[in-house]
């Protein structure tokens, strides 16, 4: 993510309230009313639907301060069926789901009930769990606590007829899908034999499905099992990250957390496991990270800028840069088999006093450039690994420093220490005759560009190994389907890498870690070979030539989507078709890859609205086509690999396909011209959405998001279109 997605002031100061660590705060709740529901009956209706099939209906009693019977009577009535056992891995795994579903319905107090968390956990987690409560909007919007009521005549006859619709519109009858929620993480860890593929430099990625805030005290959530390590091994892959927060892993001056040896021996006992697949285990650190202004009494001189509430830990002061060499040396004394670290130092979250751009308000930091500051928080990182005895490997990552002083960064930084760059930044663009430039990750656009090129020459200059960053499984644009099967363009990009003769390539942020042809095909590349070897190792010789067809098919169509960074994280391109329609203007602003709403202004970013449609429109058209084509070539004997390329291929049509009718819907309505055509289209958009997730639990899916939506979800959206068509009823 970037800066720009949360503002300048930084993570601390936009969170808004008081707090770290234990004894943490909740945000204040916002003057703000809710979202409106009026296709349900009543809030507490809208409530037992979202909950259904994540949280067991005794909890949803508990917390909403009714029966079990009351609970079940409800769903029943709706046309939901019978309750869902709701299975641990589940309740485990589903918690940003849950929050996220109901962040417009419940309050505080019923929210906590509902989830079975304390306060404190709840504030960890909107803080650290990937940046969960700028997702949100950061605000919680006012809402009055659900209750339960007695149905009168009218909520009955609306009971009814959303179960008729219901059973009308899914004949069926399998509302929650064929393919249980979470289902693959049981596939993906399941023991398989596949020869691990010799990689030529490092490629690392994330896990598919680990919990992004405190992996490593949940040893019954295992980030890596040895089933899904051996199959990235087998798609070259030779690393994995995770992300590291420094106060949860080691002892500092201004923190010790008492379950610091514990994720140290969980962190060994996987760097082990993983070195026998062939892998090494990376940190991800972006640190130090701020601190309540109350929390410097008496250490004044380790205080640097500050935001609202919160102030940096000054990187210029000794016993701050001691704190960091020793926690660093602690970690890889304790973890020898660990690969390395990888940082970021400027944007995400506050950390040094130049990370947002703010040094010259430090006494101290105000006599040292940005780059110098930048360079010493790596040089500390450096430092602690050497002090260990210098097994693991740095890299300093150049995400967001400025181009005024990234070449000076770079010369700054210690020898042997690795430089990485996004290798798609910066590259020009033009979509539906409308000029810009990638300022983030793209699989539509194809790099490397004049900023990656840059440093890379930079760290050539210093004799520095030069690593690219890319996304080649699925990216921002979409991450609702485990790949996007652009592979031609994931094929070019490695091409392009390989001339460039960088030493080594992440292959995803947080999302894009599944094992898929789009990791093979760079490794692929990268030793010789080309997309159509892989294609014939993949499906055969007899497959082969319709495959690399409807892969070069569908990276064309991507090539035409209207990118923009402003978009790319507003727009309803993760929610699809889940995203309701909004009958009037809700005024709330979209959220980072969280909540759109109705805000198509944020949503089209750059672009006119109607080319934004249309390009969009485009896109979902070139992907559709390139799907029935290979149905049609594969014929009746279509093997599973192939009917996954198709299904994920028609899942991406469908959502971007659904954001441009969402945002002909909003035309319409804000013009008070006819808006049903928009509504129909989004309800067959759903219903075979619905059909395909039902199939394939992996759609909707995204690990720092977890469930984007579920099919109850797609059910709903149903019904609310019924509901818009028949003029605000049923």
Same mark, same amino acid.
Not at 446 to 457: D, Q
Not at 546 to 567: D, L, M, N
Not at 623 to 646: C, D, P
């Given at each position: 993510?970037?800066?720009?997605?949360?503002? /300048?002031?930084?993570?601390?100061?936009?969170?808004?309230?008081?707090?770290?660590?234990?004894?943490?705060?909740?945000?204040?709740?916002?003057?703000?009313?809710?979202?409106?529901?009026?296709?349900?009956?009543?809030?507490?209706? =809208?409530?037992?639907?979202? $909950?259904?099939?994540?949280?067991?209906?005794?909890?949803?009693?508990?917390?909403? !301060?009714?029966?079990?019977?009351?609970?079940?009577?409800?769903?029943?009535?709706?046309?939901?069926?019978?309750?869902?056992?709701?299975?641990?891995?589940?309740?485990?795994?589903?918690?940003?789901?849950?929050?996220?579903?109901?962040?417009?319905?419940?309050?505080?107090?019923?929210?906590?009930?509902?989830?079975?968390?304390?306060?404190?956990?709840?504030?960890?987690?909107?803080?650290?769990?990937?940046?969960?409560?700028?997702?949100? !909007?950061?605000?919680?919007?006012?809402?009055?606590?659900?209750?339960?009521?007695?149905?009168?005549?009218?909520?009955?006859?609306?009971?009814?007829?959303?179960?008729?619709?219901?059973?009308?519109?899914?004949?069926?009858?399998?509302?929650?899908?064929?393919?249980?929620?979470?289902?693959?993480?049981?596939?993906?860890?399941?023991?398989?034999?596949?020869?691990?593929?010799?990689?030529?430099?490092?490629?690392?990625?994330?896990?598919?499905?680990?919990?992004?805030?405190?992996?490593?005290?949940?040893?019954?959530?295992?980030?890596?099992?040895?089933?899904?390590?051996?199959?990235?091994?087998?798609?070259?892959?030779?690393?994995?990250?995770?992300?590291?927060?420094?106060?949860?892993?080691?002892?500092?001056?201004?923190?010790?957390?008492? @379950?610091?040896?514990?994720?140290?021996?969980?962190?060994?006992?996987?760097?082990?496991?993983?070195?026998?697949?062939?892998?090494?285990?990376?940190?991800?650190?972006?640190?130090?990270?701020?601190?309540?202004?109350?929390?410097?009494?008496?250490?004044?001189?380790?205080?640097?800028?500050?935001?609202?509430?919160?102030?940096?830990?000054?990187?210029?002061?000794?016993?701050?840069?001691?704190?960091?060499?020793?926690?660093?040396?602690?970690?890889?004394?304790?973890?020898?088999?660990?690969? #390395?670290?990888?940082?970021?130092? +400027?944007?995400?979250?506050?950390?040094?006093?130049?990370?947002?751009?703010?040094?010259?308000?430090?006494?101290?930091?105000?006599?040292?450039?940005?780059?110098?500051?930048?360079?010493?928080?790596?040089?500390?990182?450096?430092?602690?690994?050497?002090?260990?005895?210098?097994?693991?490997?740095?890299?300093?990552? @150049?995400?967001?420093?400025?181009?005024?002083?990234?070449?000076?960064?770079? =010369?700054?930084?210690?020898?042997?220490?690795?430089?990485?760059?996004?290798?798609?930044?910066?590259?020009? *663009?033009?979509?539906?005759?409308?000029?810009?430039?990638?300022?983030?990750?793209?699989?539509?656009?194809?790099?490397?560009?004049?900023?990656?090129?840059? $440093?890379?020459?930079?760290?050539?200059?210093?004799?520095?190994?030069?690593?690219?960053?890319?996304? +080649?499984?699925?990216?921002?644009?979409?991450?609702?389907?485990?790949?996007?099967?652009?592979?031609?363009?994931?094929?070019?990009?490695?091409?392009?890498?390989? +001339?460039?003769?960088?030493?080594?390539?992440?292959?995803?942020?947080?999302?894009?870690?599944?094992?898929?042809?789009?990791?093979?095909?760079?490794?692929?590349?990268?030793?010789? #070979?080309?997309?159509?070897?892989?294609?014939?190792?993949?499906?055969?010789?007899?497959?082969?030539?319709?495959?690399?067809?409807?892969?070069?098919?569908?990276? /064309? +169509?991507?090539?035409?989507?209207?990118?923009?960074?402003?978009?790319?994280?507003?727009?309803?391109?993760?929610?699809?078709?889940? $995203?309701?329609?909004?009958?009037?203007?809700?005024?709330?602003?979209?959220?980072?890859?969280?909540?759109?709403? @109705?805000?198509?202004?944020?949503?089209?970013?750059?672009?006119?609205?109607?080319?934004?449609?249309?390009?969009?429109?485009?896109?979902?058209?070139?992907?559709?086509?390139?799907?029935?084509?290979?149905?049609?070539? =594969?014929?009746?004997?279509?093997?599973?690999?192939?009917?996954?390329? *198709?299904?994920?291929?028609?899942?991406?049509?469908?959502?971007?396909?659904?954001?441009?009718?969402?945002?002909?819907?909003?035309?319409?309505?804000?013009?008070?011209?006819?808006?049903?055509?928009?509504?129909?289209?989004?309800?067959?958009?759903?219903?075979?959405?619905?059909?395909? &997730?039902?199939? @394939?639990?992996?759609?909707?899916?995204?690990?720092?998001?977890?469930?984007?939506?579920?099919?109850?979800?797609?059910?709903?959206?149903?019904? &609310?279109?019924?509901?818009?068509?028949?003029?605000?009823?049923?």
């Amino acid at each position: 993510m970037t800066r720009r997605a949360f503002g /300048a002031l930084g993570l601390g100061a936009a969170l808004g309230w008081a707090g770290r660590g234990r004894g943490e705060a909740l945000p204040g709740v916002s003057g703000r009313e809710p979202v409106g529901i009026p296709h349900f009956p009543t809030r507490f209706h =809208a409530y037992v639907w979202r $909950n259904w099939q994540l949280v067991e209906t005794g909890r949803m009693a508990a917390a909403a !301060g009714t029966t079990e019977e009351q609970v079940l009577r409800t769903g029943k009535a709706m046309g939901l069926g019978e309750a869902p056992v709701i299975p641990g891995s589940v309740r485990a795994r589903s918690a940003i789901t849950v929050i996220r579903r109901n962040w417009h319905l419940l309050p505080y107090e019923q929210l906590l009930a509902l989830l079975g968390w304390t306060a404190e956990k709840l504030a960890f987690a909107l803080k650290e769990d990937d940046f969960l409560y700028i997702k949100l !909007g950061s605000l919680k919007p006012k809402c009055a606590p659900v209750k339960w009521a007695e149905p009168d005549g009218a909520v009955k006859r609306r009971e009814a007829e959303m179960a008729a619709v219901v059973k009308e519109e899914f004949l069926g009858g399998n509302l929650l899908g064929n393919d249980a929620l979470f289902s693959f993480v049981e596939r993906l860890s399941a023991p398989v034999e596949a020869a691990p593929r010799k990689a030529g430099g490092l490629r690392f990625c994330s896990s598919y499905f680990a919990l992004y805030g405190d992996p490593l005290m949940e040893p019954g959530l295992d980030p890596y099992p040895d089933g899904y390590l051996a199959r990235l091994a087998a798609c070259g892959v030779n690393g994995v990250w995770l992300q590291g927060l420094l106060t949860k892993l080691a002892a500092t001056p201004w923190e010790n957390d008492a @379950d610091a040896p514990k994720r140290r021996e969980n962190l060994r006992k996987l760097t082990e496991r993983a070195a026998r697949h062939g892998m090494r285990v990376f940190l991800y650190l972006n640190e130090p990270r701020t601190l309540p202004v109350a929390a410097f009494q008496g250490k004044e001189g380790w205080r640097g800028v500050t935001a609202g509430e919160y102030a940096t830990l000054c990187t210029s002061a000794e016993a701050v840069r001691e704190g960091l060499r020793e926690a660093v040396a602690q970690i890889c004394r304790d973890v020898p088999e660990l690969g #390395g670290f990888f940082t970021i130092t +400027a944007s995400e979250n506050m950390t040094n006093c130049w990370s947002h751009g703010l040094g010259a308000k430090c006494p101290r930091c105000s006599k040292r450039s940005a780059a110098e500051v930048i360079a010493g928080v790596n040089a500390c990182f450096d430092e602690g690994i050497k002090a260990a005895g210098g097994k693991q490997r740095l890299i300093a990552w @150049d995400w967001a420093w400025s181009d005024a002083w990234l070449e000076e960064a770079v =010369a700054k930084l210690p020898d042997g220490v690795s430089t990485m760059s996004v290798s798609e930044w910066s590259l020009p *663009i033009e979509r539906g005759g409308v000029k810009s430039e990638v300022g983030e990750y793209s699989i539509s656009a194809v790099g490397p560009g004049p900023r990656a090129r840059r $440093n890379w020459a930079a760290a050539r200059k210093r004799k520095l190994p030069a690593l690219a960053k890319i996304q +080649a499984g699925n990216t921002w644009e979409l991450s609702s389907v485990p790949w996007i099967p652009a592979v031609a363009n994931v094929a070019q990009h490695a091409a392009n890498l390989k +001339a460039e003769g960088v030493d080594g390539i992440m292959l995803g942020w947080t999302l894009g870690g599944h094992p898929s042809p789009n990791l093979e095909v760079v490794e692929e590349v990268m030793a010789g #070979g080309s997309m159509q070897s892989l294609a014939r190792k993949r499906y055969g010789e007899a497959m082969a030539e319709a495959v690399v067809a409807f892969w070069k098919e569908c990276s /064309a +169509a991507f090539r035409e989507f209207p990118y923009h960074i402003g978009g790319v994280y507003s727009a309803p391109y993760q929610m699809g078709p889940a $995203n309701l329609l909004c009958p009037k203007a809700t005024g709330y602003a979209a959220t980072m890859v969280g909540l759109p709403y @109705d805000d198509l202004r944020a949503w089209r970013s750059i672009y006119p609205a109607e080319v934004w449609a249309k390009q969009l429109e485009k896109v979902a058209e070139g992907f559709k086509a390139a799907a029935e084509r290979l149905a049609k070539a =594969a014929g009746a004997g279509v093997s599973a690999g192939i009917r996954e390329e *198709i299904r994920f291929a028609e899942a991406a049509a469908l959502h971007w396909g659904s954001a441009a009718a969402q945002a002909r819907y909003i035309l319409a309505r804000d013009a008070g011209s006819d808006r049903l055509p928009f509504v129909r289209k989004e309800k067959e958009a759903a219903k075979r959405l619905h059909a395909l &997730q039902s199939e @394939d639990a992996r759609i909707g899916f995204e690990a720092t998001n977890q469930y984007y939506y579920v099919p109850l979800d797609l059910v709903e959206k149903v019904l &609310q279109c019924r509901w818009l068509e028949a003029g605000g009823g049923f």
